[in-house]
């Protein structure tokens, strides 16, 4: 079983349109949660952290639930913009001075008009 | 600012060329870190700095040679590289958060072609 498990995709929905992302991770001992995007040929970029509360950032809203080890990212009012690949990305609990992400394999969205 | 610089942004080399890439930040981050990342794949971790100590080597094969000259510059020496290894070279940098979590923010990469 992968670490890290995303539905790929391809998600290919009309602007205005609300699409949600799961993600599932395999180590119960994991300690924090992030989602990236990355447009094509560009690098990663931090979307959001995910916190065990849920949370929101504008159209953006992540949330976690450690006993089904289950992450989520919901996009409402879909834009062009959005188009991209969404990473899924944790970090296991440990002591150390830096943070070793584990990616999932990447969602494919594509919003047409 | 969460700026990371990355130079070049593109190289060719053959494969007998010794070539180096480079990395910069000045967020007064104390780890940093190499990424390859092929197409329609997840970055794949290399190595990890951390307070300019090698902590992590993924098993990377030593054509690969990281340096930190100092906390805020990483350097990747390439020697004697193959076709293969012709991908999109990624440095990273992150400090942990007042949440106890570490956010990571990538350089635009170096998108590197093996002749």
Redesign the interface.
């Known amino acids: 079983r992968k670490e890290v498990e995303q539905d790929p995709g391809p998600f290919n929905v009309p602007e205005g349109a609300t699409v949600a992302f799961n993600c599932t991770y395999s180590n119960s001992a994991s ?2 949660f ?1 989602w990236y995007r990355q447009d094509c ?6 979307l959001m ?1 995910v ?1 065990s509360s849920g949370n929101e950032d504008g159209r953006f809203t992540a949330q976690l639930n450690r006993a089904s080890q289950y992450i989520s990212l919901l996009i409402r009012d879909s834009k062009l913009s959005d188009s991209a690949t969404y ?1 899924c990305v944790v ?1 296991p609990a440990g002591g ?6 584990t ?4 969602t494919i969205l594509t919003v047409h008009p | 600012d ?1 700026e990371v610089t990355q130079t070049p942004k593109h190289l060719v080399m053959g494969m007998t060329n010794k070539k180096s890439l480079k990395c910069e930040q000045h967020m007064g981050h ?2 940093m ?1 190499w990424y390859k990342q092929k197409a329609k ?3 794949e ?1 290399m190595f ?1 700095y ?2 300019e100590k090698l ?2 080597n993924e098993s990377v094969p030593s054509r690969f040679s990281p340096e930190c000259p100092n906390s805020s510059l990483l350097n990747l020496h390439l020697h004697a590289l193959q076709p293969e290894d012709s991908a ?1 070279y ?1 440095c990273a940098s ?1 400090q ?1 958060t007042s ?11 170096t ?1 590197l072609t093996v002749t």
């Open positions: 300690q924090s992030f040929r560009k690098e990663p970029k931090l952290s916190y990473l970090i150390t001075s830096y943070g070793k992400l990616f999932g394999q990447g | 969460t104390r780890a870190y794949k997840p970055p971790l990890v951390s307070y902590s992590i999109l990624l992150s942990r949440g106890g979590s570490y956010e990571q923010y990538f350089g635009p990469g998108r």
